[in-house]
Nanobody, 123 residues
Framework: QVQVVESGGGLVQAGGSLRLSCTASGSILSINAMGWYRQAPGAQRELVASITRGGGTNYAESVKGRFTISTDNAKNTVYLQMNSLKPEDTAVYYC?????????????????WGQGTQVTGSS
């Protein structure tokens, strides 16, 4: 089994900063990619940023230049540094991990989600 645990959410004034962390643990051979999604009330879940094992990154247009995704591969941890926060960044942020593992004689890949962490940007 794989566990994904996020931390770092909270309330911050507009213009402030927060850093989210997410660590995957368990029966992991390697991690193919990690990412952050968010879901605001009444809205669909959307990609915020993602990073591949090779370091390639992808950002939503709305966060480019303000948010930075990074990883500590040795710790199976992904970070999201959020600067210049806006009220519209308010959402529950979810970590997403694409994990490669070995079970019953077969190499497999599956997506795992964290439980979510609330980020609130106050105006």
């Amino acid at each position: 089994q794989v566990q994904v645990v996020e931390s770092g959410g909270g309330l911050v004034q507009a213009g402030g900063s927060l850093r989210l962390s997410c660590t995957a643990s368990g029966s992991i051979l390697s991690i193919n990619a990690m990412g952050w999604y968010r879901q605001a009330p009444g809205a669909q879940r959307e990609l915020v940023a993602s990073i591949t094992r090779g370091g390639g990154t992808n950002y939503a247009e709305s966060v480019k230049g303000r948010f930075t995704i990074s990883t500590d591969n040795a710790k199976n941890t992904v970070y999201l540094q959020m600067n210049s926060l806006k009220p519209e960044d308010t959402a529950v942020y979810y970590c997403n991990v694409d994990v490669r593992y070995y079970r019953s004689g077969i190499f497999r890949s599956d997506i795992y989600w964290g439980q979510g962490t609330q980020v609130t940007g106050s105006s």
